[in-house]
């Protein structure tokens, strides 16, 4: 919901949105650039990411850092799964959790309630060991773990799999990862 309080009185609306953003790893963009030297102090590109908070990140079901483009990468067209077929797979999983939600209030994987998890996010024994493993190791929170859940179903959906396997936790795991790399020492 979203409130807007005025003079003449506060109004509510239903809200639902989607948050896509992006950053420089540093004032200069080019910290942990694989060609060109950052010229920033230490100090600077500590201040520049602490500026998002953890527990903000910790919010956002995905983030990836993404590596720069060659121009070759960019003119080649070869490998390139086409959009149609991607659209395909996204068409089925979304069909997928229509069905799957259908006597419910929830219309997608993100809005799983935490008390759903056992019946929709069912995870064979190697994934759950996985995500153990993870969970200890990488020191995630609940909500992280919440994020990790959500995003693996989503592949697993993805996948035409009914059961979450290890590599839909591992992908997901794998979008998680931001956070410990710069924001953690």
């Not at 080019?30 to 998002?52: E, F, G, I, M, W």
């Not at 979304?94 to 209030?105: G, V």
């Not at 008390?115 to 190697?126: I, L, T």
């Not at 200890?136 to 989503?154: G, H």
Request: hydrophobic share 35%; charged share 30%; glycine share 2%.
């Amino acid at each position: 919901m979203v409130s807007i309080a005025r003079a003449h009185g506060t109004y509510t609306y239903p809200s639902t949105f989607m948050l896509i953003a992006a950053m420089n790893p540093c004032p200069c963009g080019y910290y942990n650039h694989p060609k060109k030297q950052c010229s920033c102090s230490d100090n600077a590109v500590h201040k520049y990411l602490n500026r998002v908070s953890g527990p903000l990140l910790d919010r956002i079901d995905i983030h990836i850092e993404v590596p720069p483009v060659e121009y070759d990468d960019l003119t080649s067209r070869s490998g390139e799964e086409r959009s149609e077929s991607i659209r395909r797979r996204v068409d089925a999983a979304r069909a997928i959790q229509t069905e799957r939600f259908r006597d419910s209030r929830t219309t997608c994987n993100a809005h799983i309630e935490p008390a759903m998890f056992e019946q929709v996010c069912m995870m064979d024994d190697r994934a759950g060991r996985m995500l153990k493993a993870a969970f200890d190791k990488l020191n995630l929170t609940a909500r992280a773990y919440d994020r990790i859940m959500k995003v693996a179903r989503t592949i697993a959906d993805l996948d035409q799999s009914e059961v979450i396997k290890a590599s839909h936790i591992s992908e997901a795991i794998q979008y998680r990862t931001l956070d410990r790399k710069y924001w953690h020492d």
